[in-house]
Nanobody, 114 residues
Framework: QVQLVESGGGLVQAGGSLRLSCAVSGILISANAMDWFRQVPGKQRELVAHMTSGGRIDYANSVKGRFTVSRDNAKNTVFLQMNNLIPSDTAVYYC????????WGQGTQVTVSS
């Protein structure tokens, strides 16, 4: 059974940082592409970053230079380091992967105050 569990969200002031974690079970992240999405109520879900199984990472233009994806294969965990946060980064953040079908975590709320 594949499970993804995000953590690390919270309330932070503009300019601050947060690190989100996505603990994965049931599959190896080293063998799978992993994505981070975010969603604001009433808006379309936005792809934040995509990491291939080989470790290549593509970022949305809106977060390029501020967000960094990494992974710890030993812990089977993916991270999203978010620096220089701005109010428009406020959203629920999800990690997701595909293994036969799409799997999503429950999401973690990030709120950036001005």
């Amino acid at each position: 059974q594949v499970q993804l569990v995000e953590s690390g969200g919270g309330l932070v002031q503009a300019g601050g940082s947060l690190r989100l974690s996505c603990a994965v079970s049931g599959i190896l992240i080293s063998a799978n592409a992993m994505d981070w999405f975010r969603q604001v109520p009433g808006k379309q879900r936005e792809l934040v970053a995509h990491m291939t199984s080989g470790g290549r990472i593509d970022y949305a233009n809106s977060v390029k230079g501020r967000f960094t994806v990494s992974r710890d294969n030993a812990k089977n965990t993916v991270f999203l380091q978010m620096n220089n946060l701005i109010p428009s980064d406020t959203a629920v953040y999800y990690c997701t992967t595909r293994w036969g079908r799409d799997y999503w975590g429950q999401g973690t709320q990030v709120t950036v105050s001005s």
